[in-house]
């Protein structure tokens, strides 16, 4: 099989295109052992994904693969890199998600 330039500037182009969206998305694994709120919302104890988008600004929550909610949050500059991807809690409250070598961490609205 023969590509042409053509085929190859528009797979380039469409690659490129993709990029944007990995680097906005983040996620982290939660694990809850006690009623945790997030925005409002109270998780039981059990295990949940809670995926970051930088592009709008909000933070989903969801167990099992079904979505139970979506939280905002804005993006603030850690002093320095995250060590490890963790979930930060104050008074059983998900407050802030850090995100292993990365400056830039989510901060949840309450």
């Not at 139970?68 to 963790?86: E, M, R």
Request: charged share 20%; glycine share 4%; net charge negative.
């Amino acid at each position: 099989m023969k590509l042409n330039w053509r085929n190859s500037l528009v797979c380039a182009a469409l690659a490129a295109m993709a990029v944007p969206v990995w680097a906005a998305s983040e996620s982290a694994q939660f694990m809850v052992d006690q009623p945790t709120t997030i925005g409002g919302y109270t998780l039981q104890p059990g295990d949940y994904d809670l995926k970051a988008d930088k592009s709008k600004n909000e933070v989903t929550v969801e167990q099992n693969g079904e979505v139970l909610t979506k939280v905002p949050c804005t993006w603030i500059q850690l002093p320095q890199k995250a060590d490890a991807t963790q979930v930060i809690t104050d008074q059983s409250k998900v407050t802030e998600l850090d995100f292993n070598g990365r400056t830039d961490a989510a901060k949840l609205s309450q």
